[in-house]
């Protein structure tokens, strides 16, 4: 069956450009996650959506970055005026939610590379 | 907030040899969650513990929730290359989201 997918797979940009990050999740999958991962780091968590409220947005790390969930599925992030310290892998994960199905797919990636 | 710290950061074992990794929440956990990430590739979900005390294995892996669930471990016995990787713990607390650990990379070597 179908994963979570991600594209691009790779983004390559100049600084101060912006770009968007999308996500497919698993379809039926009410949670979705984004994470960030920097190479031979641990995952970041950025934004979480559940469902119909409001997103968990702790995690973003300046007022650059934004992410949308429309429709409960497709989700996208957002980065404005990019900086070379974004470049990172941007990973996102989808799961059925709470009550115990939880565990988290995730899709390939987007790597980000800010020039 | 909630914090996830997994201990250690990074073990280099040769074949064979036994592995550990430890996870340590600062807030109680209702269940916990393993998850490995080979290098280059994106995190897998291996299990999850609900249950206070809770052992549970696949093959060579042993995964443990503490008495308290503030802490879990997995063990992997006689390791193999096949094991080389970066291993997450990941739990919730009250709040509804699930927070990873700060991962336990794995080297074996022959």
């Known amino acids: 069956g179908a994963g979570v997918s991600q594209s691009p797979s790779n983004k390559v940009t100049e600084k101060g450009k912006d770009v968007e990050l999308r996500c497919d999740p698993i379809?039926?999958?009410?949670?979705l996650y984004w994470y960030r991962q920097s190479l031979g780091q641990g995952l970041e968590f950025l934004i979480y959506f559940q469902g119909n409220s409001a997103p968990d947005k702790s995690g973003l790390p300046s007022d650059r970055f934004s992410a949308e969930r429309t429709g409960g599925s497709v989700s996208t992030l957002t980065i404005q005026r990019t900086q070379q310290e974004d470049s990172a892998v941007y990973l996102c994960?989808?799961?059925?939610?709470?009550?115990?199905?939880?565990?988290?797919?995730f899709g390939p990636g987007t790597r980000l590379l800010v020039l | 907030g909630q914090q996830v710290m997994q201990i250690p950061q990074y073990q280099h074992v040769q074949e064979g040899e036994d592995f550990t990794t430890y996870c340590n929440s600062s807030t109680t956990l209702s269940n916990i969650q393993w998850y490995k990430q080979r290098p280059g590739g994106h995190p897998v979900f291996l299990i999850q513990?609900?249950?206070?005390?809770e052992v549970k294995k696949q093959k060579r892996l042993t995964f443990q929730f503490g008495e308290a669930k503030k802490n879990s471990s997995l063990h992997i016995t006689a390791t193999q290359t096949t094991d080389v990787g970066t291993y997450f713990c990941?739990?919730?607390?009250?709040?509804?989201?699930?927070?990873f650990g700060t991962g336990t990379r794995l080297q074996v070597t022959l």
């Open positions: 990941a739990g919730r607390g009250t709040a509804s989201k699930l927070t």
């Open positions: 994960a989808s799961s059925l939610g709470v009550g115990g199905k939880e565990t988290q797919y």
């Open positions: 513990l609900v249950k206070s005390g």
């Open positions: 379809s039926g999958h009410t949670a």
